[in-house]
């Protein structure tokens, strides 16, 4: 919905205002004064969406506000932000999204928005008048990008301009109300460099990583829920060279990448009479079909893992993917349970074997206590003996004992070797920690 036409909404008669009039407190009150008087001011300018316009319209807010009696210089200029957030932006959260140290915001109903710092959560003093507000909220994010939230489709997964991620889900499937999760990203994405200045790995574990993604293995990052899969992904797919066409595959489009050549695919939902879906399988198979030397996948997390696998074993090497998994173990696990979800009745024998053929590397990170990131481990995907995948790890870390090699060679070094990526020996034996 665009501006001039939420401004008419939220001061028509017809969408209950009136009825609520009674209950309205004096700053609503004035919310809807300046809402008529801007909606009046840009009744032919509503296609308009440059910085200078949004200027315009905190500068006319400003000035209406000025003309109301009662209010100080300092009540003027804190009202002026707020309706600019309430009528532009997004609302009584504008504060926190413009806050660089915020990463995640979750909005549990009208009087509970809580905050992610630094790993941590904190409780907020941000509110909303009621549920209807909320709603409003969620349904400005997810009309521009063609879905839609009620009832019939009471669960959404969209974005913010800036590529934060949103989720939200509504009665009845959420029974107190509806509830609003936004999960940030930096405005400049985070390199290896910022990692191993946050401790997340070490320079070792970098040339290693490096190497494995220019001499083309399928990477697979594992790790819980906010372990930091997406931003580890998005630094691993920066060693890809810069003359390769990447394709990446994303449910809602969150990797920065920063070479030239790239080809971002996102899902679509089903429209209201059920059609029009399109799904990451979908995605992965029309992707096979563009030349792409790179696939990229934000997460596999259904029966894509069978067409994911396919490609890896049919050409398309170097490719790069997240899991949700406890251990490296577990990621072969869940990849085994996904590819029987693609609904063909395989032996778990021939899904590991694929399995064994395709992947080559497990790099897996866990959020520890504090609210750090750490690579727990890098691990060789070594192939099968009998019907067991052979794993073996080559990076551990202990939070007592810190980051470690295992004093093992993997046995992908001859292959990168044929891509002309050479790895120093000491890493796997201590010799650079």
């Not at 028509?12 to 609503?28: F, I, K, P, S, W």
């Not at 941000?126 to 009832?151: H, K, N, Q, S, W």
């Not at 024998?349 to 064994?356: G, K, L, P």
């Amino acid at each position: 919905m665009s501006l001039y036409k939420r401004l008419r909404t939220g001061t028509d008669a017809g969408d209950g205002m009136v009825e609520r009039a009674v209950e309205l407190t004096n700053a609503e009150r004035l919310r809807q004064q300046v809402q008529s008087r801007l909606a009046s001011d840009l009744e032919g300018r509503e296609n308009r969406q440059d910085a200078e316009w949004y200027q315009e319209i905190r500068a006319r807010i400003a000035a209406i506000l000025r003309e109301e009696e009662g209010l100080g210089p300092l009540e003027r200029e804190a009202a002026t932000e707020e309706l600019y957030a309430q009528i532009v932006g997004l609302g009584p959260l504008q504060p926190l999204l413009e806050d660089p140290s915020v990463s995640e915001i979750m909005v549990n109903g009208p009087n509970q928005v809580y905050v992610e710092r630094n790993g941590k959560l904190w409780r907020t003093q941000t509110r909303f008048r009621d549920d209807r507000e909320i709603m409003e909220l969620i349904e400005r994010i997810v009309a521009p990008l063609g879905r839609r939230v009620d009832e019939s489709s009471p669960m959404v997964d969209a974005r913010l301009k800036d590529g934060s991620r949103v989720n939200a889900i509504i009665p009845p499937l959420a029974l107190r109300g509806p509830t609003l999760t936004i999960r940030r990203f930096p405005e400049r994405p985070l390199t290896v460099d910022d990692l191993e200045r946050h401790g997340t790995l070490t320079p070792e574990m970098t040339e290693l990583l490096r190497a494995a993604v220019r001499g083309r293995l399928n990477v697979v990052v594992s790790g819980g829920t906010a372990s930091g899969k997406t931003t580890l992904l998005n630094c691993l797919s920066s060693f890809i060279p810069t003359d390769e066409r990447i394709v990446t595959i994303e449910d809602a489009a969150e990797l920065k990448l920063q070479q030239d050549h790239v080809v971002s695919l996102e899902t679509r939902p089903p429209n209201v009479e059920g059609r029009g879906e399109v799904t990451i399988r979908q995605l992965v198979r029309n992707a096979l079909r563009m030349r792409p030397d790179r696939i990229v996948v934000g997460e596999v997390r259904a029966g894509e893992a069978l067409d994911m696998l396919q490609a890896m074993n049919t050409g398309h090497d170097g490719s790069l993917t997240t899991v949700h998994a406890n251990t490296p173990r577990d990621v072969l696990s869940r990849i085994e349970t996904m590819v029987l979800m693609a609904g063909f009745e395989l032996p778990v024998r021939a899904i590991r074997e694929q399995v064994a053929s395709a992947l080559d590397l497990v790099v897996h990170q866990q959020r520890m206590r504090d609210g750090s990131r750490r690579i727990t481990h890098i691990t060789e995907v070594q192939g099968m003996e009998g019907d067991v995948i052979v794993l073996q790890d080559i990076f551990l870390y202990r939070p007592d004992e810190g980051f470690r090699p295992t004093g093992l060679r993997p046995r992908f070094l001859d292959r990168l070797a044929m891509y002309g990526q050479t790895v120093e020996p000491r890493i796997f034996s201590g010799g650079g920690l």
